[in-house]
């Protein structure tokens, strides 16, 4: 009875941690390095698990750049009052945060302000906020 009850507890935490080791961690990203976008909405995929935004930003010499940029995750995001509707194509967005560690043009936001409305989203320790718009 006592090997029946171990084989399951070691299989029960098992079968608890693959879907773990199957979720990327943030060390995709560099958290010792911060960047700060200014660029267009071209994309807002609210899709589990993390929602991204594609962001056009014109470099230096003008020519579009695309970026993707990673957000907290879908459920935490919805609890803070972020919904599907919440970024738009063509919204001009100031955006802050950790650039990718090995792959180009990837970021995870740490905060989004929406110049036009005053709309904000920040990172604050593990929970995502939504500032008040002015």
Not at 33 to 50: A, C, E, I, K, W
Request: aromatic share 8%; glycine share 8%; with cysteine.
């Amino acid at each position: 009875m006592r090997r029946w009850l171990l084989t399951l507890t070691v299989a029960a935490v098992w079968a608890c941690g693959v879907p773990l080791l199957a979720h990327h961690s943030l060390s995709d990203y560099e958290s010792s390095r911060r960047t700060t976008l200014d660029g267009v909405v071209s994309q807002f995929q609210f899709v589990n698990p993390h929602p991204f935004l594609v962001v056009d930003v014109r470099d230096a010499s003008g020519a579009v750049q695309q970026w993707r940029l990673e957000m907290d995750n879908l459920w935490e995001m919805t609890e803070a009052g972020i919904t599907k509707d919440t970024l738009k194509y063509g919204d001009r967005v100031v955006v802050t945060g950790n650039p990718g560690r090995s792959q180009q043009r990837i970021m995870y936001i740490q905060s989004l302000d929406r110049p036009a409305d005053g709309f904000g989203y920040e990172q604050v320790g593990s929970r995502p906020r939504v500032r008040a718009r002015r």
